[in-house]
């Protein structure tokens, strides 16, 4: 099945740079790249997604890329905000084995006024 | 709109006990989900419901776990015989077929 790797599992930026988080996945039929925001106690929010004929999407201070040759897609936060903060999962989704995502294991993000 | 909702928020129970968790989907949403959250993992695929066509089960981790889907709407996962491993966060979802998965607060349960 599909395995998804994210990286790293916490992040630390000051107010304002830029963060970055990278993962990899293993089926080269994932076609559907999804970016989750979950805030403590709260479920999972979806805030940027790919698919598999996109490289780049950007929506505002937020951007994902897709390498499909090497498996690998990454979020981008321009202009980091500490209302940013929170921990961001990535997903991917294969259309021949439902709809059912497989995540990531989080990035725990904080930043620092 | 209201969203997903999922109730209790949280439940405490006794090793061996059954619980019942249950999720009320967006309404027009044909896809309903299940994903169990571990402290510091990701989500965990258990169950997804589509419309009337049998459920996914393969990532129901053992046959304690079942979950039903009444009417196309509100779905219920019931854990039997519940073990100190089965503590974690229950997250539902649903969406239409293919589209975003919007996400329940999900149900803490603590199995002690």
């Known amino acids: 099945g599909e395995n998804v790797e994210q990286h790293p599992s916490t992040l630390s930026v000051q107010e304002g740079d830029s963060a970055v988080i990278k993962c990899t996945y293993s089926d080269s039929a994932s076609n559907y790249f999804p970016w989750y925001k979950q805030e403590l106690g709260k479920g999972p929010q979806l805030i940027i997604d790919i698919r598999s004929n996109v490289g780049e999407k950007k929506d505002q201070r937020i951007a994902v890329t897709l390498n499909k040759t090497a498996k690998h897609f990454s979020l981008h936060i321009t202009e980091t905000q500490p209302e940013d903060s929170a921990v961001y999962f990535c997903a991917a989704r294969t259309a021949n084995s439902g709809y059912a995502l497989n995540f990531g294991k989080g990035t725990s993000l904080l930043v620092t006024p | 709109g209201a969203g997903v909702s999922q109730s209790p928020s949280n439940k405490v129970t006794e090793k061996g006990k059954d619980v019942e968790l249950r999720c009320d989907p967006i309404?027009?949403?044909?896809?309903l989900y299940w994903y169990r959250q571990s402290l510091g993992q990701g989500l965990e695929f258990l169950i997804y419901?589509?419309?009337?066509?049998?459920?996914?089960k393969s990532g129901l981790p053992s046959d304690r776990f079942s979950a039903e889907r009444t009417g196309g709407s509100v779905s219920t996962l019931t854990i039997q015989r519940t073990q100190q491993e089965d503590s974690a966060v229950y997250l539902c979802a649903s969406s239409k077929q293919g589209d975003e998965q919007f996400f329940g607060p999900g149900t803490r349960l603590t199995v002690l």
């Open positions: 309404s027009g949403h044909t896809a």
């Open positions: 419901f589509q419309g009337n066509s049998a459920p996914d």
